[in-house]
C-alpha cells in the first residue's frame, strides 16, 4: 500500500513526489509520456537557465530526480482510479496498485473528436464513465468510440452487465478483441442521432448502427474522466480543489494544469510543491 500515487510525471507530478518522498511517504509516480512539456520547444521563461532549456530536457531532468531520490516510477497508462473504504485503486492495463492518497497531475486535456448530437445526448445515452452507468444499459446494446488502453478497460467493465459491445474508432485504426459480443467498426462517425435518447449512430457512409448507449473514451483517460469515475467535482474540464489542493472526495488531490489558472511551468511546479505538503499533512493526521 502506497501512501501517494501521483499520476503525472510532468513539473506538477515530479514535483509533488519530490516533497511527499522527502518526508518519507511511500510514494509511487505513474506516468506515460512527457505531456505537454515534451511539445516544448524552447522553455525561456522559467528560473535558472538563462539560456533556456528544451521541453524534453526539463522532462529528463525531472525523471533523473525521482531516480536519484529512489521514487517508484512505472511508465504506464493509468485508466481508471477507484475509490472503496477510504483506499484508493489506480488500475493500470497490466496492474492494480493501492494507496491512501492519489494525486492528479495529468495536465490539461486534449481535444476530443466533436461528434454532431454529442451534447445532445449526454446523459441520454452518451456516457464518459462505464462502471458508472453500464447498469443502465444491462442486456442492451452499447457502443464504445475509441480504440486505445483506456477503450479496452471501458469495454472490459461493460461486457458483463450489456449485451454487445460496438467498438467505434471514428476512422482511426481498429483494435482486434477476440469475444463474439464484441464488433468494431472503424469507419468515419457522421452523427449520434434519436428522439428523446440517443437511438443510432450514423456514419459517413449513410449506415445506422442502433444502440442504446455509447461510452466515450478516445485517447488515454484524461484528469476530467478520472474525476467524473471517482465522482470528484469538475467545472469546465477543470477539477475543482480547495486551498488545500484536495477535491471532494478524502485523499484526493490535483495539481498543476488540470486544475486550470496559468498553463506554465511555474505554476506547476509550486502546485505541486503544495499539494504534495498537503498530502504529507493528510496522511500523518489520518494515520
Ligand atoms: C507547445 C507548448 C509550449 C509551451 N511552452 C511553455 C513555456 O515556454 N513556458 C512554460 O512555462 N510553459 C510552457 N508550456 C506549458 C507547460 O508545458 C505546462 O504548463 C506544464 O507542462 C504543465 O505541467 P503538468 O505537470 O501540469 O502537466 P504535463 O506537463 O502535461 O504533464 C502531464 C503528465 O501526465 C501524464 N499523463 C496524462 N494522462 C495520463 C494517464 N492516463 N496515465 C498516466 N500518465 C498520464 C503525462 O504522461 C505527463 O507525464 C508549453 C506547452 C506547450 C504545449
Known amino acids: 500500500m502506497y501512501d501517494v500515487i501521483i ?3 510532468g513539473p506538477a507530478g515530479v514535483s509533488a513526489s519530490i516533497y511527499t518522498k522527502r518526508a518519507n511517504l ?18 525561456d521563461n522559467f528560473y535558472g537557465f538563462p539560456n533556456g532549456i528544451s521541453g524534453k530536457a526539463l522532462i529528463d531532468l525531472g525523471i533523473e530526480q525521482i531516480r536519484n531520490l529512489e ?10 482510479i477507484d475509490y472503496e473504504n477510504n483506499q484508493f485503486t489506480v488500475v493500470t492495463r497490466n496492474m492494480d496498485y493501492n494507496s491512501k492518497t492519489v494525486i492528479i ?7 476530443k473528436s466533436k461528434v454532431d448530437g454529442l451534447k445532445d445526448f449526454e446523459g441520454k445515452g452518451v456516457s464518459y464513465c462505464a462502471i458508472c452507468d453500464a447498469f443502465f444499459f444491462r442486456g442492451k446494446d452499447v457502443a464504445v468510440l475509441g480504440n486505445g488502453d483506456y477503450a479496452i478497460h471501458e469495454i472490459t467493465e461493460l461486457l458483463p452487465i450489456v449485451k454487445t459491445v460496438n467498438v467505434l474508432t471514428n476512422g482511426k485504426e481498429r483494435i482486434n478483441l477476440r469475444d463474439e459480443r464484441i464488433k468494431v467498426y472503424d469507419k468515419p462517425i457522421k452523427r449520434f442521432s434519436g428522439h428523446d435518447r440517443l437511438e443510432n449512430i ?19 483517460a484524461s484528469s476530467v474522466d478520472f474525476a467524473r469515475r471517482i465522482g470528484a467535482v469538475v467545472d469546465k474540464n477543470k477539477i475543482v480543489v480547495d486551498e488545500e489542493f484536495m477535491t471532494n472526495i478524502p485523499g484526493l488531490f490535483a495539481a498543476g494544469d488540470c486544475i486550470g489558472g496559468l498553463l506554465q511551468v511555474s505554476k506547476a511546479v509550486s502546485d505541486g510543491a503544495k499539494a504534495g505538503i498537503a498530502v504529507i499533512n493528510y496522511v500523518r493526521n489520518n494515520k
Open 105 to 111: 497531475a495529468t495536465g490539461v486535456n486534449r481535444p
Open 26 to 43: 511511500k510514494t509511487l509516480v505513474i506516468g506515460k509520456d512527457g505531456g505537454a512539456l515534451e511539445k516544448a520547444e524552447k522553455i
Open 7 to 9: 499520476i503525472g510525471n
Open 71 to 80: 521514487i517508484d516510477f512505472i511508465k504506464e497508462e493509468v485508466t481508471a
Open 202 to 220: 450514423e456514419f459517413e457512409d449513410d449506415t445506422k448502427l442502433p444502440v442504446s448507449a455509447v461510452f466515450m473514451a478516445e485517447g488515454t
